[in-house]
Nanobody
C-alpha cells in the first residue's frame, strides 16, 4: 500500500519562499511520475509541476522560473521549491504519484495549505 505525505506548507509573505516535500511509503515501481497539483477556493485543480523517474520535468506557465521540482529516488521523496511566491499561489497543494503496470495507478497525498499574503 503506497502512501504519500506532504509537508512544508504554511503562511508566507509575497516574495517569500517555501519548500514542499512529498514522501512516499510503500513500493512504487521504478518507472513513475510524481506531480504537484494545487486547488484554490472556487477554482479547478491545476497541475503545477511534474517529474518523471528519469528526471524529466514539466511546469505550468504560471510557475515557470519560480518553482523547481526535484526528486531523491533513494529517499522516495519529491520536493517543490517555491520562490517569489505571489498571493495567486495560495492554494492547497497535493502530491500525486502515477505509474503503470497493465493499468494506471494513482495515489494522492492529503494536501498541504500554502497561503501567500500580500
Amino acid at each position: 500500500q503506497v502512501q504519500l505525505v506532504e509537508s512544508g506548507g504554511g503562511l508566507v509573505q509575497a516574495g517569500g519562499s517555501l519548500r514542499l516535500s512529498c514522501a512516499a511509503s510503500g513500493r512504487i515501481v521504478s518507472r513513475n511520475v510524481v506531480a504537484w497539483y494545487r486547488q484554490a477556493p472556487g477554482k479547478q485543480r491545476e497541475l503545477v509541476a511534474s517529474i518523471s523517474s528519469d528526471g524529466n520535468t514539466n511546469y505550468s506557465d504560471s510557475v515557470k522560473g519560480r518553482f523547481t521540482i526535484s526528486r531523491d529516488n533513494a529517499k522516495n521523496t519529491v520536493l517543490l521549491q517555491m520562490n517569489s511566491l505571489e498571493p495567486e499561489d495560495t492554494a492547497v497543494y497535493s502530491c500525486n504519484a502515477r505509474w503503470w503496470v497493465f493499468r494506471q495507478y494513482d495515489v494522492w497525498g492529503q494536501g498541504t495549505q500554502v497561503t501567500v499574503s500580500s
